[in-house]
């Protein structure tokens, strides 16, 4: 249904793209946000609960995890790195199995994340990705990688786990300015876009993933609270207890 980019290249530099790319963003780059109801933070999950696939609120916080294109040009058979194991990488990461990767790795530094992570794919640190994924490729590195965290650190781990002529498309938020490891990115020649994500665009594919229950991003919601509660919600952010928490409004 996704088939990434049918006939495409790597290491383009235009913007032009010849099929749908497959690849949620956006993230936050710093640890909390709130978007459409939903309060989101990129924190460890401690018991998650879901619901149907019809909730608007899961609608909503799908809006912020949104399909952006040009993204990451996953290709079916790509091994797919993923920087970032919060709400927006894992998402990342089981929209890249739909695109048909054959093997998706994410990487994450939050050694609580890595030991509770239940997502699709393998998940190991920051400093084990390049040599995890080059195991994977014979040496080659990923054909993708999606950078879901919006810092230059993870920007660099990014580039360094991508295989020559690879995408790698930065959906995590950057505000500051950073040295960019540009010596990597040439030898590779590697494509780098930082991709903000159009919702109208990708609404009626996103919609169609629901529908067809292709994709559940309830799966990512720990706590369900009422709008008043939104002093405790950022407690459990602070307590590290809590991975993505919906707020209701009409539950006051």
Known sequence: MWPGDPGGSRGRTDDQS??????????????????????????????????????????????????????????????????????????????????GAAEVVLADSDAGRREGFTGAGRIVAPEQLADTVAELTRGWGAHSVIEAVGSPTALSTAVGAAAPRATVAAVGVHHAEAAFPAGTAFARELTVRFVVGDPIDVREPVLALLRHKRLDPAELISHRLPLSAAADAYDLFDRREAFKIVLAPSEL
């Open 18 to 99: 010849d099929g749908p790319d497959l690849l949620p963003g956006r993230s936050r780059g710093s640890d909390r946000s709130h978007d459409g109801g939903c309060v989101l933070r990129g924190d460890r999950c401690r018991g998650r609960s879901g619901s149907g696939h019809g909730d608007p609120a899961v609608l909503r916080a799908l809006a912020v995890d949104r399909l952006p294109r040009p993204g990451a040009r996953v290709r079916p058979g790509d091994v797919v790195a993923v920087v970032g194991a919060g709400p927006v990488g894992v998402l990342a990461a089981a929209c890249a199995r739909l695109a």
